[in-house]
């Protein structure tokens, strides 16, 4: 079955960097394109960023376009969400994401919580 791991997550102050980390299996990891959402307390779930299948193109929501990077290694089944200058209103529940034949799978979430 599909499973996503993350990890990575913590508290940082404002200004910080973290390194999130998805390990996938259960699916031929490298023709799906993978995603980063998170959910603050009170709102919805929003997509943070979006990697492809082979890692050609990627998209950033853009209160976080020039901070945060995506990226994936497909040998290792990872995808990874590289977060700098980090502010208050980056903290979230940070999920991970795939589409698999129409069917959304998410893993257990990390908590990022940027705070002086």
């Known amino acids: 079955q599909v499973q996503l791991v993350e990890s990575g997550g913590g508290l940082v102050q404002p200004g910080g960097s973290l390194r999130l980390s998805c390990v996938a299996s259960g699916f031929i990891f490298d023709i799906y394109a993978m995603s980063w959402y998170r959910q603050a307390p009170g709102k919805e779930r929003e997509l943070v960023a979006r990697i492809a299948s082979r890692g050609g193109s990627t998209n950033y929501a853009d209160s976080v376009k020039g901070r945060f990077t995506i990226s994936r290694d497909n040998a290792k089944n990872t995808v990874y969400l590289q977060m700098n200058s980090l502010k208050p209103e980056d903290t979230a529940v940070y999920y991970c994401?795939?589409?698999?034949?129409?069917?959304?799978?998410w893993g257990q979430g990390t908590q990022v919580t940027v705070s002086s």
């Open positions: 994401n795939t589409v698999r034949w129409s069917t959304n799978y």
